[in-house]
């Protein structure tokens, strides 16, 4: 078994020319017939929340109103996560031609790409192919000879890992501080600006454009019934060979997935994060389960955003319990107070614990009490999954971590 | 109209309402605390949590809206416990050992997480406190902040910005560094925040208070070789007793008296008297204006936080302004100079103390162009504390008149203290003076009310007279850009804070718009029992003019009574 | 103002002058109708931004939990005893600011360092030093 290539392409061929083939098809079709399409195909959103992208795209394109808004998600923050800095420095003309098809499917003449600051090859990759199509007329007043016309803009985060949350990242944009909305209303009603807007990650437009090129029905007979297509998945962490790779959902294991790909471990394997640190781990015995949406939450935890990272044995428990929590505590944005409070003092237990030596059985139920507020109320996803690495570490490593007292 | 369940309890309420408001038509109260009917919905605090039926996570009922069908429990296991904790790791959080420091704290004893404890039934706080660590902001001469206690409610941001439309605190940095701060931390007193103390009325907690004048004044009480005169704004006595128990709305003015005379006061003055006296000044010269085509609007000038809003916002407008000083500063200025001179009593020996509604009073005392006229200014709060401090019981105490020379008011004085009084006061005497006959219909009720901004029309002889009112400074700020933009009046009254001084910043906590309205009732009725409903009918001021100023506008008035204004940058 | 370009705006000022001054602040509170007390919270909410001037090499190094794993403790305890400065702070000199990050995208690399704009993967704690060194 090895990859399976369905939208990520061999860096070393030139895409220089590449002149949106797939946007000359699409624009020719009508907006209903492009997003059956994608509901054919089976997409799912892989920024981590999973939501169908073809219902996602009909639902924009039924909200009335003429103003719309296409975003592609470029904030990548999450540890251990790098395939869409991958395909923006790599395929920057094939993201586009995603954000162009989907703003042209919802009728949106203008796009935004969120693109993490600190991707600063990236941006510079992106903004020259945004002249580029500029100059190609790729972009601009009526393309391709359509009555369609699309502006793109690139926005640079400013170092903030929650606006990658599509309502932070929506704020950030306009100029706020990129603290989560309340929801609903969700940004297909009233996003950015208050009008209706689709944000979709790199990867997900992406496959959207291979999608119309190769057909629905393609895609949807690769994967399983649930989980259909390919995932690009960023192996990290104690693994021989790191890198990103394309996986046909339900093809390979977790395991075959670090062995293959990974060319195993670099020490005894302990657990495995499947989904980047807002994912509950999986330990050894856990990880023979074929890599889709719903093994994966059968055992527990999710693929979130296809960061697989492998952690073997040797490392300190408390360490990486810490440096996960400390993570959430400088990122949350602050104003809901389970996730900033809760967070802040789940790194303070910790903390203390190391200075301690270990845990008592007090300090666990203090923090699994605070696991399930923060989980429970938090105003958005970083507070609701915070906790789910750090809860199940507790969980599965409970005698080792008390017993070192 | 949508069907809900609530705890078991069907009902219809209408499209959009919160589940918060769904639960209280339900008669059920759930607890909240960044909540606040008068602002945005904020949605941090999460303490207002409940159970909705088929969703996996608890959602906050005050920014969520029912749906059709929707099953919500309030108060199921799961809520209680992820409240519990959440306040908690609140408490945790609001400053080093609160424990000790509610006894010192300026909320003691209305402290709205106390309040909660109690609500949530909070028995025991399984975590140690949190040292933020963060300093005091003293730099203001009315508000002081202490960062600390702050639990980055947002309550105080948003009043800030949406009711008096300034803005002057932010959320700051993220994560744990995410604190409620100034600009760049400068502090309140070196930016342009009016004093208004608003922010004061937001705070759940004790990290806003006034600075405490209190000390001051026991020292000058004490001290054997001070005469220690004091004045009363005519919003405290609709207010003070609410700092007692009472219910908002009771009329306290001779208890309010009695108090000050135990206390130690030499003498005990009106800032009525100086309000009617405000009247005269005011009135000479808006009439002055307009018979020699002055600058019109003429806009009144006795809210400090207002004035210090237009020197910030709209320093173009200052020849607009009226000259007269505030109703405080004059009483002070005739405290040092004609009272001082009529009792032979040299004026280096007399302190000058103002019982005022207002934070913003005591940064006006400080301004250099009138310092000495008021020495110190207390709040309403401050009065309250100073007198359980002796502990008189006020509610009970026969009541006692103000002392004569500067004691008497005009029921035109009293209306001062709510939106709309001064301007109504001003066509009482103005339009009695120009047509020589009495205003018809004396109560001019459609500058009374608490609608942002008011209009009228009066036909004054041959002039109709064009007015207008606003309070709260961002309705302010909306009439100053009609009147940027061109919209014609002849005089206008400002007031920083909602309701007029009723709704000031140092007036007993809870205020708010429901506490103002009974504090207005109070105020008109007061306004009807009184003999004189004229600012020019008060006796008293006959007597200064004929005793000592002259007539209105003379140029012993303008030197005691006048004042001018300074531009201030953003 | 809806045009999209405030984080824009921001960035040039940083590039420009290391840190995003008081004038600057106050000309885009006018640009875009807002207090500069609320452009100064929104300043101050994202990493990249700096209300003061900072070294003329900022030294990220990434301490997440790839990075952790492939030991970015060593980096950065040897940056830190290097320059003598903690995270946030800036050399006496104004030559460098350092600050310890999270996750930088190269999890697969690490661990990883960036000196401004620039990125280096598999760094050691010698290969760090070296690469300060050479900063001009
Ligand atoms: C804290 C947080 C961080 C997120 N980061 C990202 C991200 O970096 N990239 C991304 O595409 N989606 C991210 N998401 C998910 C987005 O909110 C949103 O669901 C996604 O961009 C939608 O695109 P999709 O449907 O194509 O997945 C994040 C969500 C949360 C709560
Ligand atoms: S100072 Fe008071 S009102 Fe303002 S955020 Fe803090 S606790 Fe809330
Ligand atoms: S964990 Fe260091 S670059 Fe991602």
Known sequence: MGETLFLKRKVSEDYSHYDFPILKKVIKMRREDVIAEIKASGLKGRGGAGFPTGLKWELALKEPGDEKYIICNADEGEPGTFKDRFLLENTPLQVMEGIIIAGYAIGANKGYIYIRGEYAKAINIFQDAINHAKEEKLIGDSILDSDFSFDLQLVK?????????????????????????????????????????????????TAAAEILAQGGKTYANLGTDKSKGTKLVCLSGDVKEPGVYEVEFGAMTLREIIDEFGKGTTGELKFVIPGGVSTAILTDDQLDIPYTYEDIANVGSGLGSGAVVVVSEGHDLLELLQNVSRFFMDETCGTCFPCREGNRRVYHLLKEAVNKGGFTSDDMKLIKDIGKTIYLAARCGLGQTSMCFIGSVLEKYTDELLARR | MINVTIDGQKLQVPEGTTILNAAKMAHIKIPTLCYSEELSIYGGCRICVVEVENERLLQPSCAVAVKEGMVVKTHTPK?????????????????????????????GDNCDLQRLAQELGIREIRLNALDKNMSNDYSSYSIVREPNKCISCHRCVRRCEEIQGIGIFTKANRGPAAVITTFKNKGMGNLECVNCGQCIHACPTGALHEVYHYENVWDALHDPTKHVVVQTAPAVRVALAEAFGEKPGRIFTEQMVAALKRLGFDKVFDTDFSADLT?????????????????????????PGWIKFIEHFYPEFLDNISSCKSPQQMLGALVKSYYAEKNNIPKEDIVVVSIMPCTAK????????????????????????????????????????????????????????????????????????????????????????????????????????????????????????????????????????????????????????????????????????????????????????????????????????????????? | MNDGRMMEKLHNIQTTYGYIPENEIEKLADEYAMSKTKVYGVISFYSMFHTEPTGKYLIRICNSLSCHLNRSDDVVTGVQEYLGVESGETTEDKKYTLEIVECLGHCGEGPVMMVNDKIYTHVSKAAALKILKECM
């Open chain 2, 279 to 303: 009247i005269m000044e005011e009135g000479t010269e808006l009439l002055g204006r307009i018979q020699n085509g002055g600058t019109l609007p003429m806009l009144t000038s006795c809210s």
């Open chain 2, 79 to 107: 809520v209680r416990e992820v409240r519990k904790t959440i306040f908690e790791l609140m408490i945790a959080s609001h400053d080093l050992g609160c424990k000790l420091n509610c006894l010192t704290c300026s909320r």
């Open chain 1, 157 to 205: 985060g400013g170092g903030a890992y929650v606006c990658g949350d599509e309502t932070s990242l929506i704020n950030s944009i306009e100029g706020n501080r990129g603290i989560s909305r309340i929801t609903p209303p969700y940004p297909i009603q009233n996003g950015l600006y208050g009008k209706p807007s689709v944000v979709n990650n790199v990867e997900t437009l």
């Open chain 2, 362 to 570: 005591k940064y006006e005392a400080r301004r250099p162009e009138m310092t000495g006229d008021v020495d110190y200014a207390l709040t309403t709060r401050e009065l309250a504390m100073m007198i359980k401090e002796v502990g008189i019981d006020v509610l009970n105490l026969e009541g006692e008149d103000y002392d004569k020379l500067m004691g008497s008011s005009s029921g035109a004085a009293v209306i001062f203290g709510a939106t709309g009084g001064v301007m109504e006061a001003a066509l009482r005497t103005v339009y009695e003076i120009l047509t020589g006959e009495e205003l018809p219909g004396i109560d001019f009720t459609p500058v009374r009310g608490i609608e942002g901004i008011k209009e009228a029309e009066v036909k004054v002889g041959d002039l109709t007279l064009k007015a207008a009112v606003a309070h709260g400074l961002s309705n302010v700020r909306r009439l100053m850009n009609m009147i940027r933009d061109g919209k014609e009046y002849h005089f206008i009254e400002m007031m920083a804070c909602p309701g007029g001084c009723i709704g000031g910043g140092g007036q007993p906590i809870p205020t708010d718009m429901e506490v103002v309205k009974k504090r207005m009732e109070a105020i008109y009725e007061s306004d009807l029992a009184h003999g004189y409903r004229k600012s020019h009918e008060n006796p008293e001021v006959q007597q200064l003019y004929d005793e000592y100023l002259g007539k209105p506008g003379s140029h012993k008035a303008h030197k005691l009574l006048h004042t001018h204004y300074t531009p201030r940058g953003l």
